[in-house]
């Protein structure tokens, strides 16, 4: 199973974006789907979860800004991101955690 990632973009802090993963099967295959990113010179974060039952899970950077939601039949999660700032600069990859599974990362930046 494959994971494409998109819209990642520029934005200005404050902006919003929605970025799109889809996968190339049924995304129900999956206990768990996230979000991780990586910041230049950074190792890879955690920053949202989704499991098949619908448990989201955020890290606390994130929290009350970033929504994780999946659609099943379109096998798409998304990451609605509102408020942000130039820290969530960063490329932004959807992973099957449990399958290893990466996708490949679609950049994020913000400007202040």
């Known amino acids: 199973v494959q994971l494409q990632a998109s819209g990642g973009g520029l934005v200005q802090a404050g902006g919003s974006l929605r970025l799109s993963c889809a996968a190339s099967g049924s995304i129900l295959n999956f206990n768990m789907l996230a979000w991780y990113r990586q910041a230049q010179g950074n190792k890879r974060d955690f920053v949202a979860h989704i499991t098949s039952g619908n448990t989201t899970n955020y890290a606390d950077a994130v929290k009350g800004r970033f929504t994780i939601s999946a659609d099943n039949a379109k096998n798409t999660i998304y990451l609605q991101m509102n408020s942000l700032k130039t820290e969530d600069t960063a490329v932004y990859y959807c992973?099957?955690?449990?399958?290893?599974?990466w996708g490949q990362g679609t950049q994020v930046t913000v400007s202040s």
């Open positions: 992973v099957a955690p449990f399958e290893n599974t």
